[in-house]
């Protein structure tokens, strides 16, 4: 059974777990945006002794590769490569709107045909989007977009789509639709701890020598 170390600092909310068998053991989040870097490696050492869970006993390290936070995601990605290449693991690395959208589909308990559409907020009207169905298959591909209340009009003509993920809620300020609903607290960590437990049992690792941040949009130094 798959112990898989999952670390995610994308968005606002920086989160970090042990799962086995896609099952969180113990999981630690941090809100401070701008602490996510000395958050990770603190949080887990914690996490590996409240478990009592050795590091050489880890089966792969999972990340949250994007989109979300530039920062965020070079944090993430760094320490979890980091780590595999160390103790000589394997790398999963994981959509981070696929991992808000199992979350949704997690807390969902609706028997209709629905769409679910996470939105990354990517400042001001912009937010990182896409559009799955029930069985996680793309609808629309992951894109970054300024939102507008004609957004989505194609396809909330013919589907009924749940929104949610931090960028939802600029969305929803605009958004008339009557085919269009909303929801929020959801459990990210186990999300993401079923995602990486699927990709770990197919073998799905990525390259660690070559995988790279999913920015979405073309990163700018302003420096």
Request: charged content about 15%.
């Amino acid at each position: 059974m798959s112990l898989i170390l999952n670390i995610d600092s994308a968005t606002e909310t920086a989160q970090v777990s042990v799962a086995k068998g896609g099952e969180i053991l113990q999981s630690l989040h941090n809100e401070s945006q701008k602490d996510h870097a000395a958050f990770l490696q603190t949080a887990i050492q914690e996490l590996l002794k409240t478990t009592a869970v050795s590091l050489r006993d880890i089966d792969a390290v999972a990340v949250s590769a994007g989109p979300g936070s530039y920062t965020g995601l070079r944090v993430g990605m760094a320490s979890a490569k980091g780590l595999c290449y160390a103790l000589n693991k394997p790398l999963i690395a994981v959509n981070t709107l696929e991992v808000l959208t199992i979350a949704a589909q997690l807390k969902s308990k609706s028997k209709e045909s629905i769409l679910f559409c996470p939105m990354i907020d990517a400042r001001r009207m912009e937010v990182f989007t896409a559009l799955y169905n029930a069985d996680l298959t793309t609808i629309l591909p992951p894109i970054a977009i300024v939102l507008q209340e004609d957004s989505f009009l194609t396809y909330l003509q013919k589907d009924k789509i749940i929104f949610f993920g931090n960028g939802s809620i600029k969305w929803k300020a605009i958004c008339k639709n009557i085919n269009a609903s909303f929801t929020d607290s959801l459990n990210i960590s186990q999300a993401m701890a079923s995602l990486s437990c699927s990709y770990f049992l197919k073998a799905s690792f990525s390259n660690l020598a070559y995988t790279e941040p999913f920015y979405l949009k073309e990163f700018h130094n302003n420096i």
